[in-house]
């Protein structure tokens, strides 16, 4: 089955730079990686996602970037604010497999 | 409410005890997942609904996890003969059809067997 690993599991970061996250996965048939972001108490929450048709994809100040042939996908979070502190899940499937499989977070702190 | 409601949102029980825990997904969504979430680790897949039916439940780690989603919408998650192990987040989420792949989670239901 579908294996993804997430690194790195913690990164503090000074408000307004930026911050980048960084998934692999081992699955050659998964086409699909969305990004999640959970606060404390919370379900996870989807804020990007990208389909293997496309390198990358932009929201605002996130974006995500995909190299299929690596195999491995990244979040890049742009001027960060207090806000954007919490953990971030990355995640593969392949589309017509319900089956979404999350790698282990990266705890993103932002240092005001 | 607007979102995936999940109950209880904890519950402490005693080893060997049974368990369930229910999930209401959101109105129209006719995908259903539960997932387990333990502490410092992401979302387990455990079982999904198309419907009624569990369309996939490999995830579910033995047969003392049962689901059922008998009218296609809210969904039950049981555990039998509890066991210290599967202490854990259990997380509900839905989603709207085929064309999307965004899940909507619930805030989760903490399960702590003693």
């Known amino acids: 089955g579908e294996n993804v690993e997430q690194h790195p599991s913690t990164l503090s970061v000074q408000e307004g730079d930026s911050a980048v996250i960084k998934c692999t996965y081992s699955?050659?048939?998964?086409?699909?990686f969305p990004w999640y972001k959970q606060e404390l108490g919370k379900g996870p929450q989807l804020i990007i996602d990208?389909?293997?048709?496309?390198g990358e994809k932009k929201d605002q100040r996130i974006a995500v970037t995909l190299n299929k042939t690596a195999k491995h996908f990244s979040l890049h979070i742009t001027e960060t604010q207090p806000e954007d502190s919490a953990v971030y899940f990355c995640?593969?499937?392949?589309?017509?497999?319900?089956?979404?499989?999350f790698g282990t977070g990266t705890r993103l702190t932002i240092i005001p | 409410g607007a979102g995936v409601s999940q109950t209880p949102s904890n519950k402490v029980t005693e080893k060997g005890k049974y368990v369930e825990l229910r999930c209401d997904p959101i109105?129209?969504?006719?995908?259903l997942y539960w997932y387990r979430q333990s502490l410092g680790q992401g979302p387990e897949f455990l079982i999904y609904f198309q419907g009624t039916g569990a369309a996939d439940d490999s995830g579910l780690p033995n047969d003392r996890f049962f689901a059922v989603r008998p009218e296609g919408s809210v969904s039950t998650l049981k555990i039998q003969r509890t066991e210290r192990g599967d202490s854990a987040v259990y997380l509900c989420?839905?989603?709207?059809?085929?064309?999307?792949?965004?899940?909507?989670f619930g805030e989760g239901s903490r399960l702590t067997v003693l």
């Open positions: 989420a839905s989603r709207k059809g085929e064309n999307t792949g965004e899940l909507f």
């Open positions: 995640a593969a499937s392949n589309f017509g497999n319900e089956k979404l499989t």
């Open positions: 109105s129209g969504h006719t995908a």
């Open positions: 699955d050659s048939a998964s086409n699909y």
């Open positions: 990208i389909r293997s048709n496309v």
